[in-house]
């Protein structure tokens, strides 16, 4: 059996359309519609968008999505000791031209935080670093282009005090950062190595450098699920839709990786 027309119909499909908070939007629209000739259908299914856009518009709610994804990692304890050659950490987005840096592009936050870590890393275990991230910018009153890697890099080197090693700048997703990465490491020999990046992203991540013929020890950071609940917690706030958002993505983004591998893409 092969998935090869299944993957095409998906790859069609906008991303965003299938991810909280546009897709519960969409399932109220659709009740609206339904109402006037369905009553009852009708009011089922936009009342269950709304209940749903509640709920995981709350960091409780969301927990829901995340935790599963952070029971597949664990923090890593004794990085010295875990035998790595270097440390890989991929980037997850930029600010484009950032005023406050002479417009330059910076990481986000979310590349901040895995940044963070993976310099705490390399103090503890001196490995050098690979930065993995493409998504080239078209640059600012022609500048040259840049990638996520020599973002991540300059803010490694200059808030951090850390060197990078190597760049990896041509990927344009996970897959692409595995199979690149591992291409560059290979070539010096390398075969073992801490993969930075979340928790939530951290399944996914391993999976694809494991197929691309990398030993990996996972070192994930920022985990959400362990958070102390309280009353906030049931408050709906933008936080708690932009983790709904992303552990949807992550679950969706396994699904999808395990279709293209049973369909020998």
């Keep these: 059996m092969t998935f090869a027309p299944l993957l095409d119909v998906v790859n069609q499909i906008p991303r965003d359309l299938?991810?909280?908070p546009s897709s519960l939007f969409l399932?109220?629209?659709?009740?609206?519609?339904l109402w006037r000739r369905r009553p009852r259908a009708g009011r089922m299914v936009a009342g269950t968008g709304f209940v749903l856009l509640t709920f995981?518009?709350?960091?409780?709610?969301?927990?829901?999505?995340v935790a599963p994804l952070e029971r597949m990692t664990a923090p890593l304890t004794e990085p010295e000791r875990a035998g790595a050659q270097a440390i890989v950490v991929l980037a997850a987005g930029r600010l484009r031209h950032a005023p406050e840096y002479g417009n330059r592009d910076i990481p986000d936050y979310t590349g901040l935080a895995r940044l963070r870590y993976a310099a705490h890393l390399q103090r503890k275990t001196g490995l050098p670093i690979l930065a993995s991230g493409g998504n080239v910018s078209s640059g600012v009153a022609g500048d040259r282009a840049s990638?996520?890697?020599?973002?991540?890099a300059a803010a490694l080197r200059e808030d951090f005090g850390v060197p990078v090693q190597w760049l990896e700048g041509r990927s344009n997703n996970t897959a692409e950062n595995?199979?690149?990465?591992?291409?560059?490491l290979r070539a010096q020999g390398i075969h073992r190595i801490l993969?930075?990046?979340?928790?939530?992203?951290?399944?996914?991540?391993?999976?694809?450098?494991?197929?691309?013929?990398?030993?990996?020890?996972s070192a994930p950071t920022m985990f959400f699920s362990q958070q102390p609940l309280s009353v906030h917690t049931w408050f709906p706030s933008a936080e708690g839709m932009r983790r709904s958002w992303y552990a949807t993505y992550e679950l969706i983004?396994?699904?999808?990786?395990r279709l293209r591998a049973a369909g020998g893409r």
């Design 253 to 257: 983004g396994m699904a999808w990786y």
């Design 147 to 152: 990638s996520e890697a020599e973002c991540m």
């Design 27 to 33: 399932v109220i629209v659709i009740g609206l519609l």
């Design 18 to 20: 299938i991810l909280p």
């Design 178 to 184: 595995a199979a690149f990465s591992a291409a560059i």
């Design 56 to 65: 995981l518009s709350t960091t409780g709610g969301a927990r829901l999505l």
């Design 195 to 217: 993969l930075v990046t979340d928790a939530m992203h951290m399944p996914r991540a391993r999976a694809v450098f494991e197929r691309a013929g990398l030993d990996v020890v």
